[in-house]
């Protein structure tokens, strides 16, 4: 007769940490995500690349609107993390509009990261444009993003410094050619984040 106050070995010790390797967000047999797994989050510059977006990553949803801030982000990406629809890779192009001039914008983009959490996968882009704080911006960004492993930064600026004519005449937002380039640039990121 087997001694029952001997426990069964056979039997998961749940006390013990899990320290099994977390699954991909997308399949490793993939360089890049499917659309139907990315959300996109952002101002003007990501509304205007939002067609190569669609072509690029068929299924991608993207909220972008001319005008939104860093500071408008938390309360934007919160309902849809509350509402249980947010998916598991996270693009994020916000800062045209003001940057990360100031330690409240800072402290946004620190809250949509928190709120998103370490299990998603994030891109942030850098920003373009005449402003004085972009250069800050754009280091700040880095610096932020060195914070949290699920990250990268994808850097817009530096492919607009190479090839300033994927711009319209504003210097800031992509033209036809330049939407194509910032969809291949996302893609690059994601590929160099991986999946988990």
Do not use: C
Not at 50 to 62: K, L, N, Q, S
Not at 79 to 84: D, M, T
Not at 88 to 117: C, M, Q, W, Y
């Amino acid at each position: 007769v087997p001694d029952s106050t001997v426990p069964d070995s056979t039997v998961p010790d749940s006390t013990v940490p899990d320290t099994a390797t977390p699954e991909p967000v997308w399949s490793r047999d993939l360089a890049v995500p499917p659309g139907e797994l990315i959300m996109g989050f952002g101002d003007s510059v990501l509304s205007g690349a939002a067609p190569a977006m669609y072509e690029r990553f068929p299924g991608v949803f993207i909220d972008a609107t001319p005008i939104l801030q860093w500071r408008d982000a938390p309360a934007i990406v919160a309902e849809l993390q509350q509402a249980g629809t947010m998916r598991p890779v996270v693009i994020l192009h916000f800062g045209t509009n003001a940057g990360l001039k100031d330690e409240s914008s800072v402290a946004a983009l620190r809250e949509v990261l928190d709120i998103l959490g370490p299990d998603r996968r994030v891109v942030l882009l850098t920003v373009v444009g005449i402003s004085y704080w972009i250069p800050t911006t754009n280091a700040m960004l880095g610096e932020v993003s060195a914070e949290y492993p699920n990250t990268i930064v994808a850097d817009w600026h530096a492919v607009i410094e190479e090839s300033p004519e994927l711009l319209h005449n504003d210097q800031t937002h992509p033209n036809n050619a330049g939407i194509v380039v910032y969809a291949e640039l996302v893609a690059s990121a994601l590929e160099e984040l991986g999946p988990g």
